[in-house]
């Protein structure tokens, strides 16, 4: 087992690669008395098309398979795999993104054997054709009922309008019409494909013992058979660096209007400290620009075009990337027009300065080391960095690296007119 320490953090992590091919990361974290395990798989929502596990032709499988298995893999023969969990005070979760699938739990006594009930669930998959017709109907409620939140759909409707092929603009859960396609043996397929453990990360943190973990870690898997691991062949099509649709509206039954601007990233082949670095610098850029100590927010603000609702982020993946900034606001056509004349006036001049770049890069550096005192916040983001060949805890001293000019030049990835797009959600009174 490798130690590795990150004395700027105080921290040392633990890590060892399974004979089977799993990486094993235990950290743990003195004075806690909880302990936070996530066991996830590097399969989401967009790997829809990929060449099956022992085959040699793609095939392409229905929407919302990856969050349809998830739900499917907590139902056993013997019973649901959440009472085994509360049996012994563990709180049991799991979630499916874009590019990954995570099971987890969370508890104060009896780690070990919540681990192991983990690993043993995950690693034990049980479909039938009569399970899996059951499910469907819980699953489209669940889509039915996020088909009528606003904000649900004004997130996906602003990626929808960046995106012309690349899946990352369907929905995780597919549609009513996608998942009544699945079949128990669609499951097996993406099973067998995505769920051997050298496509897995298992992260431990908390009140464990290092040693005691991976012993019981190991212990569990060499009891078990799994068949060689396999390059994955995952398939996408070409995707277009401008956005495919310039502005959209739907109309719903809200009070006032609800807007996205949308900027696609042009360029998304970053992989380790490059992809930490330019993620970093799109991120500080839009805070120079449009965060809540910019003169750009007191002027909206000031002149009422935002609400407490107004955000913006920047999500970076290998494969896509956009940045989103909006909010519910009465005078929508004035908010687009402002975020479009500060986006033309920073193409055309340098507004990122170093004293603004310094302050916003302590208020990071301060936000990290704070959610370090987060077990679910480092598990949850440890693995998504880990999966993209970064590391979180290089966070810190790649933000103190970062000028001016690293951030000119990363935003560039995201400026011109042809990246930009518009989502409105309009009050249904506003309809002509």
């Known amino acids: 087992m490798q130690a590795i320490e990150f004395k700027q953090l105080d921290e040392t992590l633990y890590y060892k690669q399974l004979s089977n091919g799993l990486d094993v990361y235990i950290l743990p974290k003195k004075g806690f008395s909880k302990a936070f395990v996530t066991f996830t798989t590097k399969y989401g ?7 099956p596990i022992g085959e040699t032709e793609p095939i392409t499988v229905p929407d919302g398979i990856a969050h349809f298995l998830e739900h499917k893999m907590f139902e056993k023969e013997d019973g649901d795999v959440f009472q085994k969990f509360s049996e012994v005070g563990a709180q049991a979760n799991a979630f499916t993104s874009f590019t990954r699938t995570s099971y987890l739990f969370s508890a104060t006594e009896h780690i070990h054997k919540s681990t192991e009930t983990l690993l043993d669930f995950v690693q034990e998959p049980y479909f039938t054709e009569e399970t899996v017709n059951k499910e469907k109907g819980i699953i489209g409620q669940e889509i039915t009922m996020y088909d009528d939140l606003p904000d649900w759909r004004l997130y996906f409707g602003a990626i929808e309008n960046m995106y012309h092929q690349f899946p990352v603009k369907i929905d995780i859960a597919g549609t009513i019409e996608s998942i009544d396609n699945i079949t128990a043996e669609h499951l097996y397929t993406c099973y067998n494909t995505f769920y051997h453990p050298s496509n897995m990360l298992l992260f431990v943190i908390g009140a464990i013992d290092p040693e005691e973990m991976m012993k019981v870690i190991e212990e569990n898997q060499n009891r078990k058979t799994f068949p060689q691991p396999t390059p994955l062949t995952r398939i996408f099509e070409q995707e277009p660096t401008n956005v495919a649709i310039q502005e959209r509206v739907l109309h719903m039954d809200v009070q006032k209007p609800k807007v996205y601007f949308g900027l696609k990233a042009k360029q998304t082949g970053f992989s380790g400290e490059q992809m930490l670095k330019h993620e970093l610098a799109v991120q500080i850029g839009l805070e120079c620009l449009f965060g809540r100590a910019s003169d750009f927010y007191t002027k909206i603000y000031e002149e009422g075009l935002i609400d407490e609702t107004y955000s913006y982020d920047f999500m970076l993946e290998q494969g896509y990337g956009f940045a989103l900034i909006g909010s519910d606001t009465p005078k929508d056509e004035e908010l687009v027009n402002v975020i ?3 986006l033309a006036e920073a ?7 170093t004293t603004d770049v310094e302050r916003i890069k302590r208020k990071r550096i301060g936000f990290f080391l704070r959610a370090l005192n987060s077990v679910e916040f480092i598990a949850n983001q440890f693995t998504r ?4 060949d970064m590391n979180l805890f ?9 000028t001016v000019e690293d951030i000119v030049e990363a935003f560039k990835t995201i400026q011109g007119e042809e990246q930009q797009t518009v989502f409105k959600i309009l009050p249904m009174s506003k309809r002509k």
């Open 45 to 51: 929502s967009i790997d829809r098309s990929f060449v």
């Open 340 to 342: 479009k004349e500060l």
């Open 347 to 353: 193409e055309k001049q340098v507004l990122f300065t």
């Open 394 to 402: 290089d966070a810190v001293p790649m933000l103190e690296t970062i």
């Open 385 to 388: 960095y880990k999966f993209n």
